[in-house]
């Protein structure tokens, strides 16, 4: 019988273009051009639309992924999926993090006592301009979750603790097209605003790894609802999109008996901006040991990583009490450094992945955020 | 015999020019002309040279205060110590909190068997262009210290638990002067910049506390260790600068066993930027209860206020990862909603004193900040 | 017979609340309680949703006039208009103008040989939420601008040199009304970005301008074209809005051989964001002088004020090249310090009235925007 | 005889790793490897510490040059000096100018009537730490640009219009090494900050240019008038520094009768931050022909590329009236992109190479700063 032996290593980067440490893993034999399966990072600059750094990064990566594959530089999206993420405004040391997996041989019929974490990849049916941030592009990401998880091994939405999605946006041409069909799109505004097209796409896009994951009926789902309704949300989607892809691209981590890796998923999340107990939660979801209402410090040698979300409350409220956070001109990149310091403050370490960029989501609970941990198994 | 009954009340502002919370402790007697001592708060704006919030904020306070008083703008300033620090970014609640001092008759020979807040103020002598940022400075404000000290019937330092002090910093016109005389200025950078004229003020007169409650011995002080031996700090000194004044002013808080204050207020530091336990140590020093670790949240509603630095750190590691704060466009603005951060997921609330703008400095430890809490007794 | 006589006078503004230029203004007799018609100003500060500086100035500006008008402050609004602008990026120096008309009595049947400054005001019907942003809003501004064109004594739109207009926008509040009631908004999005209520509401206003002055055919109006048809624009139309008014109100500002006024308006358009030429043609229609193609330096003596807008482009090209304007994270106020150097390098001058704040508009021909020049006459 | 034969290519580029408008010029011969000496250009990006447009645009450039000569990349700038500015706010085309110079044959003893473009180029000495800012440098950038005059064939510094120098500033590691050996340095603080040693650098490279080129007597220089006396200065010299060199690096653009070049550069200064006729003689004094004050529209097609500063002034008044530009939180950003429109105002074009982040300087009169411009011969 096969099983999974997935792992991650977190590489931090000295620059965008720094791929010393990959190099380092593939040296030393950790990963292999066989069982790379992700490349998830942060990458430093303003995480703004003048923010080079992250485009820097994404060619820097592509190219030396290329030659560690041997393969033509097109055709590494097919073998690896990368999710970067912009911006790394105070405490959050700017990282990659490799994902392998690779299947090793276990005897038929054995399987662990404990769960141990899995990884499973799968592309979405073309989403069509006209069905962005709307119920089409729902479906196709719910459908697309679905085949992740069976790839990953995975059939309990339970065992499911992050579903990293990619999917696309709109664009001027995108909107021409749809438009010179007869259709309609969700939105004319090409920026992340509070009505535009981006926010819309990723919102959607979290939608449908709830509805995959039961945590929203389909019945209460429709074109209206997508940044109308908060109170529908996925507790493990982190989705991201851009205009120029045409398919979703889904990655789902959760746990299952059957694997074999040395590594174990949490996740939690946090009710307001300020709440530090989520992310304890997660760690603690993940088998993190806690002394005295805190983490171990002992034990967090074993936190390989965190994956965080920080998108920013739409009230202007915590806790009764009135913030100016989105009178801030840089509301977006504060509210992403703010995110890199609640985990920070917790985990003690800034090496963590904390995304941000967008003003209320469907993406975690209102006001909250999502967080996922990945643990050394004891 | 006299003691001091010293109390403090937090009003939210809505806009910089609120004044409706202080009114409203007017109009409830909670506050009254004899009693008001210092208005402290932090007002809503960018907190950069372009912020009018603070300096409305000024204004419209100073004059609510008069006529409160009873008496002209440009008396106020002998009775009642302003300090408001501009910028609330993230998830800073702007206010203001007044603070009172009355006098009551208590029996001779009676005394607490523990103590209480007590406050003391003094203005220095008048401070020279020329010892601006030096040990004329330091010196000028280690001895105000020593007499605020005595204004608050308090002798031991350990009883100080917070010293917030306003130096007179540099301008093109007392530059013109001291140079005039044939004097130096420590610098002709007017800015908040790392060789600025303003943190060296502000160093200088942290220094001068440090040296007044014996925290660096006076023979370890010279013109010369200001902004460069950062091994020389205070864990109590919250100092500001500005080019208008020309003689320092201090308030010192501390307990007393002389007070009949229903407060108490206690201090800790941060070891590092990311340092929560250095925020629960504050609230555990001034007494509130902890439960597993964590401060116990029904013990939480004794929380007066909590008084922060968030000074950025010098160096761009943090327990040996490196961070890219330094080269964030607004560094100061996010270290500052950082050290906001920081307190809120400790205290559960928003409304918190912290007050940043400033790249390495001897108010608290390298790379640490002070915190100190005020707490409603048991 | 009556005649209208009006004057301008521009005070440079030390802080946003200084009323000293005012005051001199009164005190010399040059502003009269009755005389007083409109304050246009801007104001220093960000000029982004945590400017202070603006709402600073527009509670000590109205203060100052409810005193000198001896009436309460929210009496003000009725008898003079305020129009400020926030945000003095770069070379545009802090001001206020302060707009008078009198009337005087002339012989019957006289007339000037040439046409003089006059001005008109009107107050528009209310404007439902559910028209904002479109048809209801474009034809009550419309028709609010025939009314101030009558107040102004103007007949033949082709005298109308400028017309200032301020209109409701949306607010939480008032989308929950329209929504209530069964209508539908323009949009949920209360920014000023691309989709959002608030250039909605401008270009409604803008066009209805367009319409009353027959700069664009009623027929070629629809909801459909407000944002989408930049072909439709007014060349002589600076709208605002603010979510907290329901009326629209209009200034409208022209030449008329019945005024008595010594000033003279003229207007102009740029055709692209670094069009110098569009603003010195603003000067010859005033009828500044010009010497070898630029304007006569003596003769800018008689140059009393510039009124400009500064919307950036929708496009990432000028004259065939590349520019990343629209990738700059502060967009908008770069593109407003640009605006008020494109101005100043022609005028020499820096006090000069560049509002700005949007990207692309019906304010203006596409990619270029509108200057009013006013002149005493010679 | 040989004669010098210099070109100038200006190739707009799509991303800050472009280099296809470069290849392009290679593939049709217009480049050849040993004819390339420079590439200047400006790249798109923040412009700030976090700007990574820059640092990939320089390493991408470098390795086509590698590839382009055949040598490693490390040995490129022995042969090609790269001056990339980061920072295209505004209406700055982001572009590199490719300049070439060949030797010809000329028979002997003949010469043009008319003088054109030639280029030379020179290293300094090497400057220690504590030279930096101070005499020592200014000496060895003086001697340097004598050398680079004479690569060049110049005699006169009349004929000299632009000179471009690099400059090794002060990092952590040299200061230490300066103070190792008992010397001291102009300053501590490491940014470009009015007291920053970047700035102190790039004004003692100004003042050895100006030393070297007789605009200010040696006698009137000293150490302590670097960023004191503004009254002395280049009008030719525009200067950056970076840590990581230990040598000056010049280049010096003139006009010769012994050229071949079809090029003419001439020069100007603007008086103040809003003088576009310094702009506008800037391109009278390289030839380009006017037509009733304004360059002939006609003409302007022989433009091939303007130099220009755009340092911000160091008062806050222009022509007697106050700006706000120094208290803008992004002041030098803006103040860049403001000289970007003063020349695009002026040439009708934006691709010009505008370089800002400065305030006050040796390079250009007192609040006005150097331009530069190339045209090809009639």
């Known amino acids: 019988m096969k ?52 485009v820097w990064a994404d060619v820097a990566l592509r190219d030396w992924t290329a030659r560690f594959l041997g393969i033509p530089v097109d055709e590494v999206a097919k073998q690896v999926i990368f999710v970067l993420s912009g911006g790394c405004p105070g405490v959050i040391t700017p990282h990659i993090a490799a994902v392998t997996r690779e299947w090793v041989d276990v005897p038929d019929g054995e399987s662990r006592g404990d769960k141990r974490l899995v990884v499973g990849r799968s592309g979405s049916e073309a989403i069509a ?6 119920m089409g592009m ?5 459908e697309a979750t679905h085949r992740a998880m069976s790839d990953a091994g995975l059939t309990d939405p339970k065992d499911v603790h992050l579903v990293m999605v990619k999917v696309p946006g ?38 449908g790894v709830a509805m995959a994951l039961g945590e929203v009926p389909e019945s209460s789902l429709s074109d209206d609802v997508v940044r109308r309704n908060w109170d529908l949300y996925s507790e493990v989607a982190m989705t991201s999109s851009g205009g120029e892809k045409r398919h979703g691209e889904v990655v789902v981590f959760g746990n299952s008996s059957g694997s074999q890796s040395p590594l174990v998923i949490g996740h939690s999340v946090t009710r307001d901006f300020i709440d530090a107990q989520g992310v304890r939660d997660a760690l603690r979801s993940a088998g993190i040991r806690f002394q005295d209402g805190l983490p171990d410090e002992a034990d967090l040698d074993r936190l390989i990583h965190v994956f965080a979300k920080s998108v920013i409350p739409g009230s202007d409220q915590i806790r009764g009490r009135h913030i100016t956070l989105l009178d801030d001109a840089d509301a977006y990149q ?11 403050s917790v985990t003690g370490r800034t090496t963590n992945y904390v995304s941000g960029g967008e003003r209320n989501s469907h993406q975690g609970p209102p006001g909250g955020n999502i967080v996922a941990a990945v643990v050394r198994a004891d």
């Open 3 to 54: 099983a999974q032996r997935v792992d991650m290593f977190v590489c931090p980067s000295a620059t965008p273009a720094d791929t010393s440490g990959l190099q380092q893993l593939a040296d030393s034999g950790k990963i292999r051009p066989d069982t790379l399966v992700a490349l998830v990072g942060k990458t430093e600059g303003t995480g703004f639309h003048d923010d080079w750094g992250r």
């Open 170 to 207: 709109l664009t001027t041409a995108s909107i021409r097209d749809a438009e010179s069909r007869g259709t309609t799109v969700v939105s004319h505004d090409l920026t992340f605003g509070p009505e535009g097209a981006g926010v819309y796409a990723n919102d959607a896009a979290a939608l």
């Open 129 to 134: 301009p006209e069905e962005v941030g709307r």
């Open 138 to 142: 729902i479906r196709k990401v719910a």
């Open 334 to 344: 504060i509210g992403k450094a703010l995110g890199g310091m609640l985990v920070a």
